[in-house]
């Protein structure tokens, strides 16, 4: 069974670029949720898909888009990046709601 | 708004000891309460989680109780090991939504 897999592990932008962020979720699961996690604190809710449709949004601005593939993977876009916008993001998956999964994480870097 | 505070944001003890972490959330409709642990570089990994029709649940060393009518919940560990040092993150679910609201983390170090 294999786990979360995100991608790329690291990424350095430059402010007002775009970025796309990768997640595979882990088989079976059909949930896939992203979270950022801001250097010493817990991980904020964005937003979470649930067969391809967005299931809920936390308080990110609509910069902040995302999609759900049929096979359940997922991307996370950001646009118009900001310098505080640098921050790991958390992948997750889970098969209906509880349990999450998480991915080891993607690094974005704003310069 | 919904909230989870966490204490304490470090913890110190000696190999063999129990580390109590504590947490309280503020929705009363809060249903689901898992505990992650995070090492360093790496995503967080569920280490046991309890829901609300329950007040205890234990794991080998790892125990989580749960006190709806106060709103806290706190994890317990026993006959810690070096191994067990990480950040440990509670969190807990808003009834009727499929979102996780973390605390802010505790730092645990365990002393060989």
């Known amino acids: 069974e294999t786990g979360v897999t995100q991608s790329p592990t690291h990424l350095i932008k430059t402010r007002g670029q775009q970025v796309t962020l990768r997640c595979s979720s882990q088989s079976g699961h059909n949930t896939v949720s992203w979270y950022q996690q801001a250097l010493g604190q817990g991980p904020q809710f964005i937003f979470q898909y649930y067969r391809e449709e967005e299931n809920g949004r936390g308080n990110f601005p609509p910069r902040f888009s995302g999609l759900q593939f049929p096979n359940y993977s997922s991307e996370l876009n950001v646009n118009a990046l900001e310098l505080d916008d640098s921050a790991l993001y958390l992948c997750?998956?889970?098969?209906?709601?509880?349990?999450?999964?998480f991915g080891s994480g993607t690094r974005l870097t704003v310069v | 708004g919904e909230n989870v505070e966490q204490h304490p944001s470090t913890l110190s003890v000696q190999e063999g000891d129990s580390a109590v972490i504590k947490c309280t959330y503020s929705d009363s409709a809060s249903n689901y309460f898992p505990w992650y642990k995070q090492e360093l570089g790496k995503g967080p990994q569920l280490i046991i989680d309890i829901r609300s029709n329950v007040g205890e649940k234990k794991d080998q060393r790892i125990a989580v109780t749960l006190n709806k009518t106060a709103k806290h919940f706190s994890l317990h560990i026993t006959e810690t090991q070096p191994e067990d040092s990480a950040v440990y993150f509670c969190a807990a679910s808003p009834g009727g939504t499929y979102k996780y609201i973390f605390g802010t983390g505790t730092r645990l170090k365990v002393l060989a």
């Open positions: 997750a998956s889970s098969l209906e709601r509880d349990g999450y999964t």
